[in-house]
């Protein structure tokens, strides 16, 4: 008795006045981010950092990629130190086609510690996000 009562408190806790669902509730995204980091960077290498979004999306949209650099420890912005030129990058969903794209990424030789990557895409009000931990290690 109490699973059918909780079912339709939930149900009518997820619609709207309007009988949609309402987003902010759906644990479905249409937007997915796909990238394989590296195990560890280098100081004084180049890397491109290849990623892949893939969507659901039927209509086309235009949508925001973003990459950014922090000290994990500090949480400061280190983008400056890492040649993180192209930052920002704009895509255009197209039905059944993935968004490719690199990021390129110095590493100073004078850098020390590691660093966190995080990587954002949006696109109207979906959203997804990608937090990557890499370790920097010195030249052999």
């Known amino acids: 008795m109490k699973l059918p009562l909780i079912l339709i408190s939930f149900t009518l806790f997820c619609l709207n006045s309007n009988g949609q669902l309402n987003k902010n509730h759906t644990s479905q995204t249409s937007i997915k981010i796909?990238?394989?980091?590296?195990?560890?960077?280098?100081?004084?290498s180049t890397i491109k950092l290849k990623v892949q979004v893939s969507h659901q999306l039927v209509q086309e949209k235009t949508g925001q990629l973003t990459l950014s650099i922090t000290n994990p420890i500090t949480h400061?912005?280190?983008d400056g130190w890492f040649t993180n030129i192209f930052p920002f990058q704009y895509f255009t969903t197209i039905k059944n086609e993935n968004f490719e794209t690199e990021f390129p990424i110095t590493v100073p030789y004078d850098y020390k510690g590691d660093i966190a990557i995080d990587i954002v895409a949006r696109v109207n009000?979906?959203?997804d996000s990608v937090h990557i931990s890499l370790p920097i290690k010195k030249q052999k």
């Open 76 to 78: 400061q912005s280190v």
């Open 125 to 127: 009000e979906y959203k």
């Open 34 to 44: 796909h990238c394989t980091p590296p195990k560890f960077l280098t100081k004084g």
